[in-house]
């Protein structure tokens, strides 16, 4: 989309505006990744907000008409899409988890994870305890997997940790939209520093894991985020291996580990030959996401303890 083209557009309505934006995305060097997979669907989700109707209008509001304003917004929005490669989670403040809607801007990474499917699974098969009472998100960001865990287990405590203040600030401020201040707390922690004495049933992390290469090679879009979220080493496992070297002394005995590593999932099975993670397969996509049990990680506490 040419910066100076377009600049008197008017849309007749919520619907051209879609195709319009949809045209664009589709011709501009944009990557999609940062909660769709598509032009139609981020046209979609831009002209909605702009329009301040539900993200899940139905074909029926095609035909609402849009003001010269809005307009001039969808195209502002449009152009900051495509010429600047701004995410457009962080040019709405929304993003959608699990079916939950949560502020996001630049403190905290665009939330994505694959563990939004295994908290809708109610962790089943793998989590073979009592509805659980307490868990940790470690590495929270913005704070969308443990909150959303909160919403989804109404009887658990929750608690959301990461070592950057700024996206701990982002985590409270989610955590008040949902209302949950009653049972999630908010530690600053690198890692499991601060923890001491706690104990979960589920241990949910979504940590830093991109290698160095591919930290280099990603789309514009990624530089928006916060780069601390993102690295983690020439491997992508720095803080993995924390992760996995400790997690066993924060486990209920029925406990459960689940970590994402994304494309680091490979260089993970070469640095533990020996221990048999459980990937999981994913109906909505993603990859790398995987789980340990309690029993497992002590079964395999020497291997990961090195």
């Not at 909160?150 to 982002?170: F, G, M």
């Not at 955590?175 to 009653?182: D, I, S, T, Y």
Request: charged share 25%.
């Amino acid at each position: 989309m040419d910066e100076n083209s377009d600049q008197s557009r008017r849309f007749s309505s919520v619907g051209e505006a879609m195709e319009y934006c949809c045209a664009a995305l589709e011709n501009g060097d944009v990557f999609f990744g940062h909660g769709t997979d598509n032009a139609w669907d981020e046209a979609v989700q831009l002209v909605l907000f702009v329009a301040q109707l539900p993200a899940d209008a139905d074909d029926g509001c095609l035909s609402t008409p849009l003001s010269a304003a809005q307009g001039e917004e969808v195209l502002s929005l449009l152009r900051r899409r495509t010429l600047e490669h701004v995410p457009l989670p962080y040019l709405t403040g929304k993003a959608w988890f699990a079916g939950i809607e949560f502020a996001c801007d630049r403190r905290a990474i665009v939330p994505r994870s694959p563990i939004a499917e295994l908290i809708l699974n109610d962790y089943r098969p793998w989590y073979a305890g009592k509805q659980p009472q307490r868990i940790l998100d470690l590495c929270c960001g913005g704070g969308c997997i443990g909150l959303a865990a909160a919403v989804y287990a109404p009887e658990a405590a929750v608690d959301l940790v990461d070592l950057d203040t700024q996206a701990l600030e982002l985590a409270a401020e989610n955590r008040a939209l949902l209302g949950c201040e009653n049972r999630v707390e908010i530690v600053q922690s690198d890692l499991f520093d601060a923890l001491a004495g706690r104990r979960y049933d589920l241990i949910l992390s979504n940590p830093p894991y991109v290698d160095a290469a591919d930290l280099a090679a990603m789309p514009e879009e990624y530089q928006h985020e916060p780069e601390l979220a993102l690295g983690s080493g020439t491997d992508g496992l720095a803080l993995t291996r924390v992760i996995l070297a400790r997690a066993l002394d924060f486990l209920n005995d029925d406990g459960l580990l689940a970590v994402e590593v994304g494309n680091s999932w490979e260089a993970l099975e070469r640095a533990y030959p020996g221990v048999a993670f459980t990937w999981l397969e994913l109906e909505a996509g993603g990859h790398g996401l995987f789980v340990l049990t309690a029993q497992e990680l002590r079964q395999y506490r020497e291997s990961l303890s090195g």
